[in-house]
């Protein structure tokens, strides 16, 4: 895509103010627009080194309204980010419904400037083009604004404008070794880009390459893109709206009328929950000897997770009474904590709702070396929401493949993904119901709401074998615990997360024992 | 998502009976209706060997109108198929519009049974998915209906199977040595199977997991899939068909309202074709001494690349009168006319309308060795088809990716691909009408139609700058040949073809010493 761009261009004086005496001030009402319709906006600047970037940016938010974005360069990896997957940085700087966040070099740093430095292997750049993919595309799907710009300039100009700051001293410190490398090596670098530019130019992300040799130029076609961008977007969402209220339905409403294409057949159905036998069980004492075991085998685990730097994500799900708090109890009850933290996970609050469904798990992933568990997940996608409505039939069945691609990128950055489904049968709930109501300690953990969910039994059924069956994977297994005695139930838990680490940690071993040959 | 399926399940006879005496006639009225809405479908079979594949499809073709649809039994790839990239022998049995075409195995055997054989490379592997995954978006966003049906036992169950069908001579030759190995090592095959799953199951071709140890139970479930999947795609044309009637337009007219994200500015625009020196020229003299030597080359050239086996597709575009015949013709002059074949583009016909809009380029692509050449290329697209509105905004808006991809499909199997644009000027191109409409010789060449298309001019040099740059690549770049002087542009085009296949050769040949080395 490079190849073709003519770098000479340039705008007057004289044109570029008429340009922008009408794109600034249209700018500026376009972002208040999508503080209306909700629009998170992110902006991502590529582009060689020197091509202006910084510039650029600082000219953009001159229409900006500045409790309206934030701009976050992106440097190389804190050590906290190297912790975890490449991915997460960005999400956890993912602005919110309404807000625009730009982005001074981005996600691709993957696979340019890192990829030029050796950082990033022929497998994690392909690992890398996945992620970024998925991401994109489930990021647009659920309604951002992407805009990608990448800002070009030829090798001549890239060393003239290096050797000019080099000649500076107030400015020398700009230009990195690096910076001269992927000069020299124009060609090598240059091919990078044009890998990338193809392979992510889409139709719902695609590439705004900006001939950045006259600043002029390139900030009124910066200008000129992000106002298309944003009014192509608001044009699109008045248009459902009309379209819907047409129909006399709400957006969401017409989404949902996706037709089904699932086997309607209950007999032909997936049946993972009837599979489990409830009748697993195991005496008090029995119990009270293999925790102890496995407590004490955990603890020592834990700190070899943390020097070995494998983080730890398990995630529990099940019916209302399950067991999966006395579970986690059992789990952490002689772990340290300062390393493991456990997320109880509710209704999203309102910043939650103003972002993507993922972005509150992605923000408290677990660092290498730390053991994070999830009490309810974003398996709520799939169930709850799926069933109560609150997101659209599009919306949840394309969670399954955002979910198994979120684990995966988990699992490449070396984690242990574990998901538990606390099983027990309609009777035992009611049992266990009935005795929470009759135990005035227990009685906080009962509501009405419980008792709603469990005339939806078969619905969630239906549900969670789905979910069972599409998001169970080699590196991010569901485990179906028979939860009917507790004390069984705790210990499989148990054996399950003390086995999964220690094939973990053999694993790590020996990779490390690798690296330190090689 | 293997590992949580019940393989237990089975049918009673009578259950059986029940259903399918509901289901046959159903899936039988749902073929009639895909005609009526030219719906194309494509039915994939995979699962372990011994599962049944054969026996099921026999089963759902009972309900079938045999005048429409075909199956295809997928083995290893012949001598022919293994000269063109992989995919293009689904994309030669790709069922027309209205038609059901049904895969004994299918795109998938090159992430699973080549490549437990070895014969796919890790590299190979994840080009394939990317690949695999260009192709069923692309085909589904263009209305196919894509049902891939994955049938699972277990190893115990297909060891019996291949033990019995080797018992008996009628039999054993159906089980193959590769069969027995992978009953051997199954969890590694399984695991392949797992990921394949995992990386292709989307919200546009999900998978459909059937449990096949018991025939009938498989058999009930896969008729209630292709019903339920063909009876959602009715459903959601009619509603589109419902939504648009109510708006008063066509549904193709709903598709264009996507809203227009690209720079308005013409001043900001790309201009490719303004950047062309239309004054390069040479004498006739100079012409015709390198003519010759470059035809010399090329012939000797053409010979070298049958020994080699290397596939080179050109593509020629350009204005009306831009020399694209006469290019054409100076390259094959000398060509050895058993290696090379000219594929003039026009208007597709009515077989080529009810395809993908690229299915006619892939099925005449060249196998290696042989030099395929295009006169008007499947650019059209995003040019006459893009212009004239042929195909919905939404429609071209896309096809930059699935160009890319394609070619990208092609150079992975290691094909020279070349895109010719003819560059004239609007002076010229009057100049070039005149003279063909004076000389008898020459006046079939101009229509009324030329002559309309040279009035949307610069509606065409948009949609060419935009073409040029979002579709050239280091793969498949385009060379923009300017063309005033047709000495000087078939020079060229000539210059660059001996160049680029020299590269190729020069590579080749490289490959093939690291190949013998190794």
Not at 96 to 118: E, M, N, P, T
Not at 299 to 323: M, S, T
Not at 473 to 496: D, F, H, M, Q
Not at 508 to 518: D, H, I, L, N, V
Request: hydrophobic fraction near 35%; glycine fraction near 4%; charged fraction near 35%.
């Amino acid at each position: 895509m490079l190849e073709k761009v003519d770098l000479q261009k340039k705008l007057e004086k004289e044109e570029y103010r008429k340009r922008m005496d009408e794109l600034a001030p249209r700018l500026g009402r376009l972002q208040r627009e999508c503080q209306k319709w909700k629009i998170p906006v992110m902006i991502a600047f590529e582009g060689y080194g020197a091509a202006g970037k910084g510039v650029q940016i600082a000219e953009l938010i001159q229409a900006l309204d500045p409790r309206g974005f934030q701009v976050y360069p992106v440097k190389n990896e804190t050590e906290e980010e190297k912790m975890h997957p490449f991915l997460w940085r960005f999400w956890t700087k993912m602005p919110a419904k309404g807000r625009i966040a730009i982005y001074d070099s981005s996600w691709y740093r993957k696979v340019l400037v890192d990829r030029f430095d050796g950082k990033t292997s022929d497998k994690e750049t392909e690992q890398a083009y996945r992620s970024i993919c998925s991401f994109e595309e489930q990021l647009t799907a659920d309604g951002m604004v992407l805009i990608k710009i990448f800002l070009a300039i030829d090798k001549k100009e890239q060393k003239k404008r290096l050797e000019k700051l080099l000649d500076s001293k107030e400015t020398a410190w700009r230009v990195s070794k690096g910076d001269l490398e992927r000069n020299q090596h124009f060609k090598r670098y240059q091919d990078m880009n044009e890998e990338m530019l193809l392979r992510t130019d889409t139709a719902y992300a695609p590439w705004h390459i900006v001939e950045a040799t006259d600043r002029k130029f390139a900030t009124a076609k910066i200008y000129s893109i992000v106002v298309q961008m944003l009014e192509s977007k608001i044009a699109e969402l008045a248009e459902a709206a009309r379209r819907a209220a047409q129909a006399d339905m709400t957006v969401k409403e017409m989404d949902d009328q996706v037709p089904s294409a699932s086997v309607e057949d209950q007999l032909l159905k997936e049946s993972v929950l009837t599979k489990a036998d409830l009748s697993l069980s195991c005496t008090k004492e029995e119990y009270k000897e293999k925790l102890k075991k496995l407590q004490d085998k955990l603890q020592k685990l834990h700190g070899e997770l943390y020097r070995h730097r494998i983080p730890v994500v398990l995630g529990f799900e099940g019916w209302d009474a399950g067991g999966k708090g006395g579970a986690i109890k059992r789990l952490t009850q002689k772990m340290d904590p300062r390393g493991y933290v456990v997320h109880p996970t509710a209704s999203p609050n309102d910043i939650e709702k103003a972002h993507h469904y993922l972005w509150r798990f992605w923000t408290d992933m677990p660092k290498a070396g730390h053991v994070t568990i999830f009490d309810r997940t974003w398996y709520g996608r799939v169930m709850v929401e799926r069933i109560e409505g609150f997101c659209s039939k599009k919306e949840w069945q394309r969670a399954y493949k955002e979910i198994n691609d979120m684990e995966r990128d988990l699992a490449e950055a070396g984690a242990v993904v574990l998901k538990f489904w606390m099983q027990i049968d309609k009777d035992e709930q009611a049992r266990r119901f009935k005795e929470r109501q009759e135990n005035p300690e227990k009685q906080w953990k009962i509501t009405e709401e419980d008792w709603r969910n469990r005339e939806k039994w078969d619905q969630y059924e239906e549900a969670v074998n789905e979910m069972l069956i599409r998001t169970s994977s080699p590196y991010a297994p569901w485990i179906v615990v028979e939860g009917n005695c507790k004390y069984y139930a705790r210990i499989k838990v148990l054996e399950t997360v003390v086995d999964a680490i220690e094939k973990r940690l053999e694993e790590k071993k020996q990779e490390e024992k690798g690296q330190k040959k090689a």
